[in-house]
């Protein structure tokens, strides 16, 4: 087996292809979403993400109920699956062996799954067709997750295979992984998006279940290692945990004398939230809301920060 074919061979776990972004990188971008997460952030607005390998859903509005169908039930050999209340089903999390069967059984598509195994040339390939719009655009594809750097074999060769078909790739990453990891990614990129959530280490674990040391660790030593790097750091602003003006100036700080950082808010949104409930899990910002007046008054705040530089 030749090596152009050996590369072909090596497997990631995506969960969606996102086209023609304008938010996530430079120009025109197609958004590759990868499985996988170190980090289980309490907002999180892909939680299918956050386990590397594919996941069941259940789209409860979309069954058709036990009493018309329950075809998921006869193709499940480990009785995982059984009527609820509501004449729908119920799925036994600890039960279920993620085979799939019942994905292909139901006929209402109520049952589907998040994640698919591909390789880079299928990745490739499948956004062949908006080549185009990246040449125009200087655009290109960006490598999201979950984290990407958590599949980062599979993201290097999508990386060669990009640089081959000469597509611009980027990468968008929380910063929490081996240096060795982030090293072997930026030496393929002319910008990357990176996140950094809060500058204080116990907040941070909290609601993210990981310190900040090393994120902010990896970002100085990505400046530093790659100085014609063009680095946009990222905040999403989330209520309760990062919303103050101490917050968001301890960050500016930080990166202040940072050259080729370009810095952003996000506001938070709860657009993921119905995912929990395919996935059977709890939401847990339900309550959560980003008051107008506060992403406005910070989005002030860094804007004349961004004049003074």
């Keep these: 087996m030749n090596a152009k074919n050996q590369v072909n061979k090596k497997m990631g776990c995506v969960f969606n292809v996102q086209r023609y972004s304008v938010h996530d990188g430079p120009g025109i971008r197609t958004i590759i979403f990868l499985k996988g997460c170190p980090l289980s952030c309490r907002w999180c607005s892909n939680?299918?993400?956050q386990y590397a390998e594919p996941e069941l859903a259940f789209n409860r509005n979309k069954c058709i109920g036990t009493?018309?169908?329950?075809?998921?039930?006869?193709?499940?050999?480990?009785?995982?699956?059984?009527?609820?209340?509501?004449g729908k089903i119920s799925i036994d999390?600890?039960?279920c062996t993620k085979c799939f069967r019942c994905v292909a059984a139901c006929p209402s598509k109520a049952m589907h799954t998040f994640g698919k195994m591909m390789s880079a040339k299928e990745v490739l390939d499948s956004i062949e067709s908006?080549?185009?719009?990246?040449?125009?655009?200087?655009?290109?594809?960006?490598?999201s997750g979950g984290e990407p750097l958590h599949q980062i074999d599979f993201v290097e060769e999508i990386f060669k295979e990009a640089k081959r078909r000469r597509i611009d790739v980027t990468m968008e990453t929380c910063g929490f992984a081996d240096?060795?990891?982030?090293?072997?990614?930026?030496?393929?990129?002319?910008s990357i998006l990176f996140d950094i959530k809060s500058m204080d280490p116990v907040k941070h674990e909290e609601y993210t279940g990981v310190s900040n040391e090393l994120i902010l660790q990896n970002l100085q030593c990505l400046r530093e290692a790659f100085p014609d790097l063009q680095i946009f750091v990222r905040t999403p602003l989330i209520p309760g945990f990062n919303d103050t003006e101490e917050d968001i100036k301890a960050i500016l700080t930080f990166i202040k004398d940072m050259p080729n950082v370009k810095y952003e808010l996000l506001p938070y949104h709860r657009m993921g939230q119905q995912k929990y409930e395919y996935l059977d899990r709890p939401y847990e910002m339900i309550e959560e809301k980003l008051q107008d007046e506060t992403y406005?008054?910070?989005?002030?705040?860094?804007?004349?920060?961004?004049?003074i530089h």
């Design 67 to 86: 009493s018309e169908c329950f075809r998921c039930s006869t193709f499940c050999a480990f009785d995982a699956i059984s009527e609820a209340a509501d």
């Design 93 to 95: 999390r600890q039960k």
């Design 179 to 190: 240096w060795e990891k982030l090293q072997r990614a930026a030496g393929y990129m002319k």
């Design 47 to 49: 939680p299918e993400s």
């Design 296 to 307: 406005s008054k910070l989005q002030s705040l860094v804007s004349a920060k961004r004049e």
């Design 130 to 143: 908006e080549s185009m719009f990246y040449a125009r655009s200087g655009g290109g594809i960006t490598i």
